[in-house]
């Protein structure tokens, strides 16, 4: 059983890491790490890599930003030679009260949204 429970959405999710910034979608996310897809032509992080995560709303705006994590799995989104995406999970690392309080509004967002 996990720890934190898990959120269906597909949000957009930016990764900053060394000097690359790259562009996905959520696939799920909770208090303790997300999973993202990400096209395969992006510089991407490796794996154990300490990325910097920033999350938006379904309109693009903002929400929570500066989230410290590193990458804990890369894999092909799916199992096919000539498959466009790759799936990236995080696992965040420590942050601070006003940064998980900014984190849990974000998750509250998702769910009322997913409800609706």
Do not use: C
């Not at 000097?19 to 996905?24: A, C, L």
């Not at 929400?63 to 965040?92: M, N, P, W, Y």
């Amino acid at each position: 059983m996990r720890e934190h429970e898990r959120i269906t959405a597909s949000t957009p999710v930016s990764l900053r890491f060394r000097s690359n910034q790259v562009r996905g979608n959520l696939i799920d996310i909770s208090l303790g790490g997300l999973s993202s897809y990400f096209s395969r032509k992006n510089t991407l992080p490796q794996i154990l890599e300490k990325i910097v995560i920033d999350l938006k709303d379904d309109e693009g705006q903002q929400q929570v930003s500066g989230i410290e994590g590193f990458t804990i799995r890369i894999q092909a989104a799916e199992a096919v030679l000539d498959s466009e995406r790759i799936k990236i999970a995080v696992k965040f690392l420590a942050m601070s009260p006003e940064k998980k309080e900014r984190l849990e509004a974000f998750l509250v967002s998702l769910k009322t949204h997913v409800a609706d």
